[in-house]
């Protein structure tokens, strides 16, 4: 995944740097220098990213909690699509 692949995702589910931050358990600045090419993507972070896309997010998640773990955020994304 590139950096404007990254900020694509980002800006179709129509999240700021600050709330996919807290989503995928990384700072605004974290978000902003994947952005930029300035920090890698890690491949756990591309693979969330893609699930997001693919599953959606919930309504009710305009300014989603911290999940503990990408695996949390992946359950939780799963369980709102088949809902």
Same mark, same amino acid.
């Given at each position: 995944m590139t950096p404007a692949e990254f900020t694509a995702?980002?800006?179709g589910?129509?999240?700021? %740097?600050? %709330?996919?931050a807290r989503m995928i /358990?990384? /700072?605004? %600045? !974290?978000v902003s220098d994947i952005e930029t090419g300035k920090k890698p993507i890690q491949q756990v972070t591309s693979l969330a990213m893609r699930a997001m896309l693919?599953?959606?997010l =919930? *309504? !009710?998640?305009? *300014? =989603? =909690?911290?999940?503990d773990s990408v695996s949390t955020l992946a359950r %939780?994304?799963?369980?709102?699509?088949?809902?």
């Open positions: 995702i980002r800006t589910l129509g999240l700021t %740097q600050t %709330q996919l /358990g990384y /700072g605004q %600045q !974290h693919i599953l959606g =919930p *309504d !009710h998640w305009s *300014d =989603p =909690p911290r999940p %939780q994304s799963a369980s709102a699509a088949r809902s």
